[in-house]
């Protein structure tokens, strides 16, 4: 298939990649990566949580007021625009949460791994107000107690999913629905180290999409996609957009 050809559905399969223009780290590059400087496993995990909940907290009340803090690039903008142009034909698959496509005007947008915006209570899942977390918050991202939950008492967690947590279910069975009926895959900045999300292209390749992988650097899955875009995703998506936007 012509990698260029005009496409009827697209799914575009986000990581922390599409962020980092924004201003908000990625998870796995070198010296810039939130995982070259906390350990995943002390941070990111339930066992973590129960064990030094300040701790765990602060770095999440740390990381929304980051992603408040951070505007869209241009890239979303093209995303969302894209968006308007192909309706319900259109789906953003995220592994983010930052918020940032629906903020830019991403219509429909599937959050894989949870969102910073939704806290709730670590036994019952009651949902905390976000405001309440960013008022309690200080400065940086030092340690923080997590309020209790007004209902049960228990303490209040981020709403993302952490290492050893299964992805929420409705999530995941759109995307895999997506990918299978997809005739274009649009990989932004992800490593493809991580799964499940990392089995979306491979899923919708298999399906019969095209796979086009947009990131500065060559990943696993490079080698399999019918085109890799060498590029950040502020410079790509626009002209990738406006090329589609444009198609008859
Ligand atoms: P990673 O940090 O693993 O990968 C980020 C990718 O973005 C890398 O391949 C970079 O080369 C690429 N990148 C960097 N700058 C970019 C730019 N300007 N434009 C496009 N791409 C760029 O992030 P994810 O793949 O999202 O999970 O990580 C997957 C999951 O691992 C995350 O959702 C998180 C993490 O542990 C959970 O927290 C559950």
Redesign the pocket.
């Known amino acids: 298939m012509d990698v260029m050809a005009p496409a009827k559905r697209i799914l575009v399969l986000t990581?922390?990649?599409?962020s980092?223009?924004s201003g908000i780290p990625?998870?796995?590059?070198a010296l810039t990566?939130l995982?070259a400087r906390y350990d995943?496993e002390e941070l990111?995990t339930e066992a973590a949580f129960r064990q030094h909940p300040a701790r765990v907290f602060g770095w999440y009340a740390w990381r929304l007021a980051l992603a408040r803090q951070a505007r869209p690039h241009a890239g979303y903008r093209a995303l969302a625009r894209l968006g308007d142009r192909y309706g319900g034909g259109l789906v953003v698959v995220t592994?983010?949460v930052d918020g940032l496509h629906r903020r830019a005007g991403s219509r429909s947008v599937v959050e894989l791994?949870g969102s910073l915006e939704a806290f709730r209570c670590v036994d019952h899942g009651h949902r905390f107000p976000t405001e309440e977390v960013l008022r309690l918050r200080g400065g940086g991202a030092g340690e923080l107690e997590p309020p209790r939950c007004g209902e049960c008492g228990s303490l209040v967690r981020p709403g993302?999913?952490?290492?050893g947590e299964v992805l929420p279910e409705p999530a995941l069975r759109r995307a895999w629905c997506e990918a299978r009926d997809t005739d274009t895959a649009l990989v932004?900045?992800?490593?493809?180290?991580?799964y499940p999300?990392a089995a979306i292209p491979g899923l919708a390749a298999a399906h019969g999409a095209r796979v086009i992988e947009?990131?500065?650097?060559r990943?696993p899955l490079s080698e399999r996609v019918d085109l890799f875009w060498q590029a950040?995703?502020?410079d790509a998506l626009p002209v990738l957009a406006a090329r589609l936007c444009d198609a008859p």
């Open positions: 990581g922390a990649g599409m980092a223009e990625t998870f796995r590059d990566g995982w995943p990111a592994q983010n791994h993302v999913v952490w290492f932004v900045g992800t490593s493809s180290l991580v999300a947009i990131n500065p650097h990943t950040g995703a502020g």
